[in-house]
């Protein structure tokens, strides 16, 4: 069983940046696609970002791109999501995922992952 911990979330101010991290029980090379997801109360579950762990292939949902960057560090078995110019609006839990069988790289597909974190908050205010 693959356990998915994150950290890093934490309350900003509009405008400014936090990094999430999530590690992985082990390497994140032998889970073809890793992602970042995001839930605010009363809404559905949404894809961020997302990452081929072997491909190095990204995607990223609309609202974020050019202001968050998906990576991960082989050595350390992590998976990270910088996240500036962040908006109020993107208050939520986020969760990471992932998935070890072939997969698709891309940010809105939310059924294919069979592990998941347990969420950190990230709350901005304006």
């Known amino acids: 069983q693959v356990q998915l911990v994150e950290s890093g979330g934490g309350s900003v101010q509009a405008g400014g940046s936090l990094r999430l991290s999530c590690a992985a029980s082990?390497?994140?090379?032998?889970?073809?696609?890793m992602a970042w997801f995001r839930q605010a109360p009363g809404k559905e579950r949404e894809g961020v970002a997302a990452l081929g762990t072997n491909s190095g292939r990204t995607d990223y949902a609309n609202s974020v791109k050019g202001r968050f960057t998906i990576s991960q560090d082989g050595a350390k078995n992590t998976l990270y999501l910088q996240m500036n110019n962040l908006k109020p609006e993107e208050t939520a839990m986020y969760y990471c995922a992932a998935h070890d069988r072939q997969c698709t790289v891309a940010a809105g597909i939310t059924g294919q992952y069979n592990y998941w974190g347990q969420g950190t908050q990230v709350t901005v205010s304006s």
């Open positions: 082990i390497s994140t090379y032998n889970l073809f696609c």
